[in-house]
T-cell receptor, first 111, second 113 residues
Framework: KQEVTQIPAALSVPEGENLVLNCSFTDSAIYNLQWFRQDPGKGLTSLLL?????REQTSGRLNASLDKSSGRSTLYIAASQPGDSATYLCAVNPNAGKSTFGDGTTLTVKP | DTGVSQDPRHKITKRGQNVTFRCDPI?????LYWYRQTLGQGPEFLTY????????KSRLLSDRFSAERPKGSFSTLEIQRTEQGDSAMYLC???????????FGQGTRLTVV
């Protein structure tokens, strides 16, 4: 059974800092891995999708990496802003069907 | 707006009542997923459809829960004889074959009193 862990559960940083969010998974046989952002009481917004054959994806200030052999993915956020405050979730898709989610990292960026 | 649409956004019901939620996926997406999320947790998979076929159901989906996707378009999730433990956010997502990037709706917040 796939298990996904996100550490830390919460993170508080000053504005402008670069930061890394971590996601680990137990079964390396994955189809893709997706990072999401969730604001309180809202749905999930897709940030980046990494296919199993890829090592990283970039979008603006965000960079996600994938190391299947070690069961890890990181989300790097450059020059953080207060508007980046949200919960970040990673989801592992093993076979193009259902995904298994971590419980998220809640990020607070202080002005 | 061509995103995933869920209705209603909020539902308050008394214990024992039946409720039904609707999800309209992105029009060209043939996969549709239902998840449930409780406070402080990540979404948990409930079921998913490829067109009109329900391909997988989680053990979380007890016999009080049923989902349909007639004609492979919108989907409904019904909960019969609601219990307080059913209180959660119910999320719908859709994806296309090939890329399988999931796009989520805004969710339906269910409160059972």
């Amino acid at each position: 059974k796939q298990e996904v862990t996100q550490i830390p559960a919460a993170l508080s940083v000053p504005e402008g800092e670069n930061l890394v969010l971590n996601c680990s998974f137990t079964d390396s046989a994955i189809y893709n891995l997706q990072w999401f952002r969730q604001d309180p009481g809202k749905g999930l917004t897709s940030l980046l999708l990494i296919q199993s054959s890829q090592r990283e994806q970039t979008s603006g200030r965000l960079n996600a990496s994938l190391d299947k052999s070690s069961g890890r993915s990181t989300l790097y956020i450059a020059a953080s802003q207060p508007g980046d405050s949200a919960t970040y979730l990673c989801a592992v898709n093993p076979n193009a069907g259902k995904s298994t989610f971590g419980d998220g990292t809640t990020l607070t960026v202080k002005p | 707006d061509t995103g995933v649409s869920q209705d209603p956004r909020h539902k308050i019901t008394k214990r024992g009542q039946n409720v039904t939620f609707r999800c309209d996926p992105i029009s060209e997406h043939n996969r549709l997923y239902w998840y449930r999320q409780t406070l402080g947790q990540g979404p948990e998979f409930l079921t998913y459809f490829q067109n009109e076929a329900q391909l997988e159901k989680s053990r979380l989906l007890s016999d009080r829960f049923s989902a349909e996707r007639p004609k492979g378009s919108f989907s409904t999730l019904e909960i019969q004889r609601t219990e307080q433990g059913d209180s959660a956010m119910y999320l719908c997502a859709s994806s296309s074959n090939g890329r399988f990037e999931a796009f989520f709706g805004q969710g339906t917040r269910l409160t059972v009193v």
